[in-house]
């Protein structure tokens, strides 16, 4: 398991790394942005689409700017969960990453930008080998898909990281910068249905921060989430619920995501809008979390069975919607 060599950059600010990434573009050479690196670095060792060169983001101070409307893509997760500007459904689902050790790594951007997960991929050099490979890192075979056989098009290895559904329901816009400008977006239209090329970043392009709407103080929620060991898992499941009361019994606004599911974190607006529309306490959360247990289209590539975790979202959803009809 001995980390494949490649070539360490460290540029000590947003224009040297943005310069780095256009010169290693030039020239036609392939690299990874490394932010904590406990993600990245794993998958090296196991020898997991490695690339030859590595941009460290580690001393661009310009990505560390946490406040209530800015959080910077080089925020620690560990000083996200302990900072009184966190929104708290936030910093429940960032306190629930992996350990603390990781926390004090692993970074906000490096959480959002999280490479799919997939029990035929997340797995040695060796044991992949003896299985002939998999269409994401079938290293110059042409394997299939282990998940949907005979076809070698398409990945589903699934997202599984926390901080996005939280972010979608609180409005989050993510910001991206390039050699050839900056741009963005929701957040939401941030990720793309595929395991492989996961998100819209281009070559070359990295995220900077992301902002949060003034309203953000004012909705309520929670996130929950199901997996295998509470001490450090990935989510099997996880439903983010935030809502806004007016002081009546039927909340303002309500918004619903999930992760752990598919390839990309879903952001459920339809379901949440039909609740809202015929308002009818539990009963609306019920019916809204069965219809998201029917929207979600798990596969067979994480510990738990597909079956099982859409099972589970709906009582995720239950559960998180707790608060909301006390
Ligand atoms: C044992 C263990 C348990 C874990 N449990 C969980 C869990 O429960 N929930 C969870 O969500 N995660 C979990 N993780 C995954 C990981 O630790 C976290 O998601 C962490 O936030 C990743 O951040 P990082 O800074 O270390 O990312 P890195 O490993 O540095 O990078 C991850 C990916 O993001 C890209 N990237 C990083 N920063 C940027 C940027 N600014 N712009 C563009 N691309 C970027 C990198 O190129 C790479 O592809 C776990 C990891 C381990 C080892
Ligand atoms: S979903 Fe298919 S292609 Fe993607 S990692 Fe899993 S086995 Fe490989």
């Known amino acids: 398991m001995r980390t494949p060599p490649f070539e360490l950059y460290t540029p000590k600010n947003l224009e040297e790394a943005l310069a780095t990434a256009g010169e290693l573009a030039d020239a036609g050479q392939d690299f990874d ?8 670095l794993p998958n090296y060792k196991w020898h997991i689409n490695a690339k030859p060169h590595v941009i460290s983001l580690a001393k661009v101070s310009e990505l560390t700017e946490l406040n209530p409307n800015h ?14 500007h966190t929104h708290p459904v936030l910093a429940k689902a960032a306190d629930s990453i992996a350990s603390v050790l990781i926390r004090r790594s692993g970074t906000v951007g490096g959480n959002i930008c999280l490479d799919t997960r997939c029990y035929w991929f997340n797995q040695t050099e060796q044991w992949r080998e003896s299985i002939d490979w998999c269409y994401k890192c079938d290293c110059g075979t042409g394997a299939d898909c282990r998940v949907i056989p005979n076809q070698n098009t398409l990945c589903v290895a699934t997202y599984q990281a926390d901080l996005a559904p939280v972010l979608m329901c609180l409005g989050a816009t993510i910001h991206l910068a390039s050699p ?28 900077t921060h992301l902002s949060l709407p003034d309203d953000s103080g004012e909705w309520q929620g929670d996130y929950q989430k199901l997996r295998q060991r509470e001490s450090w898992d990935f989510p099997e499941a996880g439903v983010a619920v935030l809502w806004k009361q007016n002081g009546g019994a039927k909340p303002a606004a ?44 798990p596969v067979q590539n994480t510990w738990y069975a597909p079956s099982y975790r859409r099972k589970m979202v709906k009582v995720l959803t239950r559960r998180a919607c707790a608060g909301m009809l006390r």
């Open 180 to 207: 050839d400008g900056k741009r963005s977006m929701p957040l939401s239209e941030f990720f793309q249905l595929d395991g492989m090329t996961r998100n819209v970043l281009q070559p070359g392009e990295l995220v």
């Open 71 to 84: 959080i910077g893509a080089m925020v620690r997760l560990h000083d996200l969960v302990k900072s009184e």
């Open 33 to 40: 942005w490394i932010a904590g690196g406990t993600d990245l």
């Open 254 to 297: 309500l918004r619903v995501a999930t992760t752990g599911l598919e390839s990309i974190p879903g952001f459920h607006t339809e379901e949440a809008e039909s609740a809202l529309a015929d308002w009818n306490g539990k009963e609306s959360v019920n019916a809204m979390a069965e219809a998201i247990r029917k929207a979600v289209k």
